[in-house]
Structure formats: C-alpha cells, structure tokens
C-alpha cells in the first residue's frame, strides 16, 4: 500500500510563496506520474500540475501556469510544488495524488494540506 503524505501548507499574503512537499512510502514506488489537486471552499476539487515520474514531463492548469512549478526526486520518492504570486484565489485544501497507469486514474492520494492566501 503507498501512502502519501503532504507537507508546507499555511498562511501566506497575496504575492506571496510557498513550497509544497509530498513524500510517498510503502511498497516499491514507481508511478506513471504525480499530481497536485486542490479544492477551494464550495468547489470541486481540480487539477493543479502534473510531472511524469521517469521523464519529468510537466502539465500544468492554465490558471496556475507561470506561477508554479512542480518538481520530483525520484531517490527520494518526493515531490513538490513551488508556488509563485499567490492569490487569494489559490486558497484551498492541496492534494498530492499518483497515477500508477497511463490509462488509469489517480489510484493514491494524500491526506491534503491547506493553503490560506490573505489579501
């Protein structure tokens, strides 16, 4: 069983950055890809960004483009998302999911940290 676990969530201000980390455990880990979701407050949760976990290929939301930058270390099994020019619009619960198929859905998912955007 993989367990994914989230980390660096808080408060920050508007312009602001934070720096989000998912550390994965459990049996031999080798994901397809890796993904940050978020759900803000009355919405649906939605895709943030995704990187591949041998090639390192990216996909990002177009609403986060140019702001965030996702990142993984494979000796680590981690993973991380550096976000830039924070809005108020940003806050919400982070998930951190993987996708063990290219043809499959994200089979694992993390706990959540929350991310508060003052403006």
């Known amino acids: 069983q993989v367990q994914l676990v989230e980390s660096g969530g808080g408060l920050v201000q508007a312009g602001g950055s934070l720096r989000l980390s998912c550390a994965a455990s459990g049996r031999t880990f080798s994901p397809y890809a890796m993904g940050w979701f978020r759900q803000r407050p009355g919405k649906e949760r939605q895709f943030v960004a995704r990187i591949t976990w041998s090639g390192g290929n990216t996909y990002y939301a177009d609403s986060v483009k140019g702001r965030f930058a996702i990142s993984r270390d494979n000796s680590k099994n981690t993973m991380a998302l550096q976000m830039n020019s924070l809005t108020p619009e940003d806050t919400a619960i982070y998930y951190c999911?993987?996708?063990?198929?290219?043809?499959?859905?994200?089979?694992?998912w993390g706990q959540g940290t929350q991310v508060t955007v003052s403006s």
């Open positions: 999911a993987a996708l063990t198929t290219a043809l499959g859905s994200y089979n694992y």
